[in-house]
């Protein structure tokens, strides 16, 4: 009798249960605001493509693909849009007159300094969401990042490009080469180590990766895992148990990270010196009850991640497609040999001249943008409009930056490596659809550091060697993986001294 009656209770359980999940594909099919918004039929119903395509690595391709298959705008989630084009650019990260501010979502949770240990929850100038408190933030950091203060570091970051460059003519004499972007890698980590943390790493001291370097860029695994149960809210416990081991190795690598940053500065701050870095404004500057050592440990351990792996990973990808395209190459070596006559010469001042340089440069932040991921946004209270496509409030939305700067309406054979669109007058690119330091507030901060590596490090490099790939068939575009960050395959070269001197 019990049985039975159970029994006659599940039917119509399952009944209405089956009917709420019928009412809700239909409402998202066709009552959603954004159901008139093309993209894949199961990413309207359901976040599992979104999640799929996250774990699997190949996130950024897979957009690029649905914008050229469904246009400018595409519904990538239930109630998520994805955009690749200069004005989505605009309309998302700038402020315009009457509008709202477009602020940073739940992805942002998984950030470094969240643990217990040091404060859960603790925001960085990265991570932090509140419009006003970030502005805050980055009034402490500005002056420590201006334009000013970077010419006044370039003594120190050089020292690292300087031991990189001898570096490189060690290890790249040997037959079997050398890996160059894991010694990228080592450069900027120590560069950033330096600027941030009063003393380099000595990464490039050795040949494997650092064990910290190795613990921070793990850590980052916490933003995906948590971006993965922010689209999964329910069903957190679930994801929770069948991704414990990447849960334990994030959280592992995240508190390693966190204690590391944490006694570096410490030791920093209690140091007295003269030296200029990025902390000396700070230090000197602050409020110690505003900004506690533990607000600049968490802000130093973002600024050194984020300033050093995209940094790394540009110059990886600009010296990938400069020796597999050997026309763009030679170019660029006449300019630069034809430039200097002595090693000391190179210094930052004297390389933002160089046109051929600097396009170079802006075409590898194009053609392999060195942020893998989108930086989403949601809507404000009341909607936005973004694209020309008015939205509600608390849609995610964001500018896809691969599928933005590899599409062909907004570049003219966008997959083929041409520095030259850049300094051609009567090109028709869409320039703006390119930010590889985003734009508006949440501009990267560090981005005159980037600039300063980018144009002294690539000068100095090829007007010392000849480099030429092991593999010349590695396709680099088919071998990445988005792990967080962009996970880099192996790029070999051999390197040959010119027969010139480096002091």
Known sequence: MFTETIQAGILPCFLVLFGLWVFQIIYHFYFHPLSKIPGPWLAAISDIPYCWWLIGGRQPFKMLELHNKYGPTVRVGPNEVSFNTAQAWKDIHTHGSGRQTFQKGKFYDGACFATEEFNRGLSTIVSERRPEVHKQMKSHWASAFSERAIVEQEELICTSVDKFIRQVGIRGSKKEGFDI????EAMTFDVMGDLAFGKAFGALDEETRHPWIAAAIGSLMMAVLVDVLNHYPTLARGVVVLLNGKFKKALKDMRTNERFVHDTVKRRI????????LLTRIIQERDPNVVSDRQIAAHSSDIVIAGSDTTATALSAIVYFLLHNPSSLA??????????KQYSQITYSSTVKMKYLHAVIQEGLRVFPPVSFPLPRDVPDGGATVDGQFLPGGVHVAANPIAACLSSTNFHDPWSWKPERWIDSDNSDVFDSSQPFSLGPRVCIGRNVAWLELHVTLAKLFWVYDL??????????KEVRMISLWKMPKLM???KNRGVDIY
């Open 331 to 340: 170019k660029l070596m006449a300019e630069v040999r034809d430039t200097f």
């Open 493 to 495: 070269v051999r390197a």
């Open 468 to 477: 030429e790939p092991v593999d010349p068939t590695l396709d680099w575009h």
């Open 181 to 184: 972007g894991l010694m990228f």
């Open 270 to 277: 209690e140091t007295k010196t003269d030296r200029k870095d």
